[in-house]
Structure formats: C-alpha cells, structure tokens
C-alpha cells in the first residue's frame, strides 16, 4: 500500500487511528461470534509509519507507567510501619478527670 506524502495533523491520525482499531475491533469481535472464539491478537495491516509511531510511544509510556505503579507498591510493602502504641494502664490521669468521673457517679 502506498503511503500518502502529504503531511497528515495530529486529531487526522489520531482519527485515522481509532477508525482502524475500532474495525480491527470489531473484526476480532464478529469472527469470535461466528467460530466461538477469541483471537489473542488484533492484525492491523498497512499501517503508515506516523500510526506505528503512536501506537509504539503509547505503548512504552504504558509500560513505564506501570513498572512505576509496580515499584510504588513494592516501595508501599517493604517501608515498616511504625505505630506509637500507648498503654492505658500506664497512663497516669489527669486531675480534671478524677473529678469529673466522681462527680458523676454521686
């Protein structure tokens, strides 16, 4: 297939894009009513150049997003957590209290 040369905007491959994996969809989505299965890859074909680009760049930044969400968690799991644990037996009450408690039960 021949590729156009005039220069093609961003929203016009981005359209073009979304056009083809929409009928890649769709063709994946009719041949798995038709044979009762479902394909594990989408073939696009004829791809220009420019829609490979976008598709690998959107891709990568995937893939990094979710080694950082992975390293995140891993980040999460391994910090201790460290709780100040306070003991009620050993704390001494306030004054104010002692009052306030003998004076309701009076």
Avoid at 52 to 62: G, Q
Wanted: charged share 35%; net charge positive; glycine share 2%.
């Amino acid at each position: 297939m021949v590729e156009s040369q005039r220069k093609v905007t961003k929203p016009e491959l981005y359209e073009r894009l979304i056009d083809r994996l929409a009928l890649a969809l769709d063709t994946a989505k009719t041949a798995g009513s038709l044979r009762n299965e479902r394909p594990a890859e989408l073939e696009l074909r004829g791809l220009s150049h420019a829609e490979l680009e976008v598709i690998k760049a959107y891709l990568d930044r995937s893939e990094r997003e979710t080694q950082l969400s992975v390293l995140e968690c891993l980040r999460h799991e391994v910090t201790p957590h460290s709780a100040k644990v306070i003991w009620l037996k050993d704390k001494v009450p306030a004054r104010d209290a002692v009052k306030v408690r003998s004076q309701q039960f009076k």
